[in-house]
């Protein structure tokens, strides 16, 4: 690939599509995280856990543990004698369905009443049973086609009381603070929670965080969150669900023993949520603890994390570092194994959502955009030209050509010249697809679209007049469009003609066609 001398824009020119918008989200959520950049604490937390607070003297009595169990065994029981048996017209195939309402109300009625009370030790007994038994009623309910309103349950349940710990860590003395963390840890570590509920048993755990603002306090959210650590990571890390060749050996006490049990019990998938979001929660952790040196071993030790790494991108974009941010995201991608996988799981990591079209690719094009340079940025083009399969990347052709002229000072004859060579780069890149991806065709309203088809190339060749590219290139395409056939026929009519005839169906050209032609006088030809 030709790659142009780095040169420096002159920054009042510099164009920033993505680089605004993204410093703009960064801006915003470092505001929300008092100016730390956090997966998954914000100050909207804790605006949310206040809306729970009520007045001193409107505070409803907690409801005794022993009630709230009875009232919450008593709605499961006519749960379970209210099932409706569903039987097929067509089959002796049958399904059942339950009527969850009551127990619902009931469950959101201790909730609420634990939500609103100052006996935080209490009320977190009360949320933990309603945790225990919405889940409980769900893995009973497996088969039940209803049971989608117990999951927007248990969802809204783990979320307030997630808020709820804002209010335990902000009221509560430290000594009650650590047993409602306690309490609200072990419910969040149930197997069946680990298994079944990956993300809203982290979401229980991430409640620690709120300990880590206050000095009296933050030894209970380091114990928690190390000890997930040590439950979710030290096992086996392996953020992308691998198995782990190794075991830990060494460790021989009885807690490791147990914790080893459980990542056993826990499948693959729901493994890769616990482990992404503990590393999330340990870097948010360090973070609001202004503890440096906390979040430098954690990104030392998980060097492969993809989530961490992200963040630590951010967070020195955030910080000005743009070319930090451009070489840490260029070796991690360089350090992959796929490149392209990669960056779709960047895309869809939810750090900065819909701001990443290209994964890691789109944070060095933001780093070499504010950084004004001209060869960092043409090289993150041309990977977008040589990697694009649909038409939305098409207009990278136009952005680079406008690059490389008025920023880079090329003539119109050296930027043909490297356009010549990135076409050359992108006929190579389509022989890899042809040998190495198996050809996926779909069809969107009139356009058929094969993944061993490039868009961007095309728009290069017909932009540019490659006319023996164009040729080259429709070998490998179904039905080329007219404008490539009118560049192979800049220098190659012929062939041009021939795809066209080959195209046609049998017949179409037949005698009465000719035959008109010639009566007026026309050469034989189209």
Known sequence: MMTPPTLTMASSHSPAPCWIPSQQHLDARAEQGKGHLLFLWSAQLREAAKT???QPDEERPLIPLIDAQTMLSDTIRRCHERFIIHISKH??????????????????????????????????????????????????????????????????????????????????????????????????????????????????????????????????????????????????????????????????????????????????????????????????????SND???????????????????????????????????????????????????????????????????????????????????????????????SCNDRSDTHYVSKLRNLLRIYGGLSAEEWHDVADGLARDCARNIIDRIKYQPEITTKGGTQRHSSWRNPAYEKLIVDERLSDAALTYCVTVDYPPLPLLRTIAIEHPESAKSIILDAMPYGTMGTPVFRFTVERGVDNTL
């Open 292 to 386: 440096d040196a906390g979040r430098e071993q954690l990104l030392s030790e998980y060097s492969e994390s993809m989530a961490l790494t992200l963040m630590n991108a951010a967070n020195m974009i955030h910080e000005g570092h743009l070319r930090s941010a451009y070489m840490l995201a260029q070796g991690f991608l360089l350090s992959s194994r796929d490149m392209e996988d990669v960056d779709i799981d960047a895309r869809h990591n939810g750090l900065l959502p819909d701001l990443l079209p290209h994964g890691w690719h789109t944070i060095m094009e933001c780093c070499a955009e504010g950084l004004n340079d001209v060869g960092l940025l043409a090289n993150v083009y041309r990977y977008y030209i040589l």
């Open 91 to 288: 089959s002796d195939a049958y399904s059942k369905s339950c009527d969850y309402t009551e127990f619902i109300k009931t469950v959101q009625a201790i909730a609420g009443n634990a939500l609103q009370s100052s006996d935080y030790a209490s009320a977190c007994g009360n949320l933990r049973l309603c945790i225990h038994e919405v889940h409980a009623l769900l893995l009973s309910s497996e088969n039940d086609d209803g049971s989608e309103p117990l999951l927007t349950l248990m969802d809204d349940l783990a979320m307030r009381v997630r808020c709820y710990m804002e209010n335990v860590a902000e009221f509560a003395d430290s000594s009650t603070a650590g047993k409602v963390l306690n309490t609200i840890a072990q419910a969040a570590n149930d197997k069946e929670m680990r298994q079944c509920e990956p993300l809203n048993s982290m979401l229980l755990i991430s409640g620690a965080l709120a300990f880590a603002q206050y000095d009296d306090k933050r030894m209970w959210a380091y114990d928690v969150i190390e000890n997930e650590i040590t439950r979710n990571l030290e096992y086996s890390f392996n953020e992308e669900s691998e198995e782990s060749d190794e075991d830990d050996e060494d460790e021989d006490n009885e807690d490791t023993s147990e914790v080893d049990d459980e990542t056993d019990f826990i499948s693959d998938e729901s493994l890769h949520v616990l482990q992404l979001f503990t590393l999330m929660s340990a870097y948010d952790l360090y973070a609001l």
């Open 52 to 54: 729970f607070c009520a």
